[in-house]
């Protein structure tokens, strides 16, 4: 019986590839966040809270703003499952190419062009990267929000302080450092970003081009491994 491909979701990234994304996820968060009517590229939770804050604030044009990036969320994930269809590898690379492309054209675009679908742009393409990088290790991680990532290395700490099988201490410690490490990325890639935003406008999402093509480049050479069904 043929090997079938493993998809992409299942692949098991290793650190320095959910490192290099998530300061990603947080740069463009930051950078989106500032230059674009404040909203979140990434965020959705933030985004649905700002929303209905905005809606029964009487500001339907802000609702709208926040409402823009989820519904393109949304056609993202659906469009991702299309990609996902391919070979583990080529649809990891297509992916990372396609986000490639639409952060070397956003970086372009004047601070002119229409918010709403500036951001629409951001969320497509980053959207790809949540559906395709999400394990490090054995770990289950997300490269452009942290919510779960910080319960997950809250309960590793636990785990690792006062489980009481070795082995699961040992785990509970790869956990807590593995995501931790994501979370405090993140927070440098937020960091990066508020400061790159104002000074470089746009052009201040190219900085993520190179921690996109490492991690290319990465999975281009087969250094991320992959765990089948």
């Given at each position: 019986?043929?090997?079938?491909?493993?998809?992409?979701?299942?692949?098991?990234?290793?650190?320095?590839?959910?490192?290099?994304?998530?300061?990603?996820?947080?740069?463009?968060?930051?950078?989106?966040?500032?230059?674009?009517?404040?909203?979140?590229?990434?965020?959705?939770?933030?985004?649905?809270?700002?929303?209905?804050?905005?809606?029964?604030?009487?500001?339907?044009?802000?609702?709208?703003?926040?409402?823009?990036?989820?519904?393109?969320?949304?056609?993202?994930?659906?469009?991702?499952?299309?990609?996902?269809?391919?070979?583990?590898?080529?649809?990891?690379?297509?992916?990372?190419?396609?986000?490639?492309?639409?952060?070397?054209?956003?970086?372009?675009?004047?601070?002119?062009?229409?918010?709403?679908?500036?951001?629409?742009?951001?969320?497509?393409?980053?959207?790809f990267q949540v559906a395709s990088f999400r394990r490090v290790g054995h770990f289950s991680y997300n490269s452009t929000f942290v919510?779960?990532?910080?319960?997950?290395?809250?309960?590793?700490?636990?785990?690792?302080?006062?489980?009481?099988?070795?082995?699961?201490?040992?785990?509970?410690?790869?956990?807590?450092?593995?995501?931790?490490?994501?979370?405090?990325?993140?927070?440098?890639?937020?960091?990066?970003?508020?400061?790159?935003?104002?000074?470089?406008?746009?052009?201040?999402?190219?900085?993520?081009?190179?921690?996109?093509?490492?991690?290319?480049?990465?999975?281009?050479?087969?250094?991320?491994?992959?765990?089948?069904?």
């Amino acid at each position: 019986m043929p090997n079938t491909p493993d998809p992409p979701e299942q692949r098991v990234e290793s650190l320095p590839t959910a490192l290099l994304l998530a300061a990603t996820g947080g740069l463009l968060d930051a950078a989106v966040y500032l230059l674009h009517g404040h909203v979140f590229a990434n965020a959705m939770t933030g985004n649905v809270v700002l929303m209905g804050v905005a809606a029964f604030s009487r500001q339907p044009g802000q609702a709208v703003r926040h409402l823009a990036p989820i519904l393109t969320f949304l056609f993202a994930v659906t469009c991702s499952k299309t990609l996902r269809r391919l070979p583990a590898r080529r649809a990891v690379l297509g992916t990372l190419l396609l986000e490639l492309a639409v952060l070397a054209v956003a970086g372009a675009l004047p601070m002119s062009f229409p918010q709403m679908l500036f951001t629409a742009l951001i969320t497509f393409g980053s959207t790809f990267q949540v559906a395709s990088f999400r394990r490090v290790g054995h770990f289950s991680y997300n490269s452009t929000f942290v919510t779960g990532n910080l319960r997950d290395a809250a309960e590793g700490f636990y785990d690792a302080l006062l489980a009481d099988e070795p082995a699961q201490r040992r785990d509970g410690r790869e956990k807590a450092l593995a995501l931790g490490a994501v979370c405090l990325c993140f927070l440098a890639g937020a960091a990066i970003g508020t400061i790159a935003a104002p000074r470089l406008g746009n052009h201040a999402f190219w900085i993520a081009l190179p921690l996109l093509g490492a991690v290319a480049l990465h999975v281009g050479r087969g250094n991320s491994d992959k765990i089948k069904a």
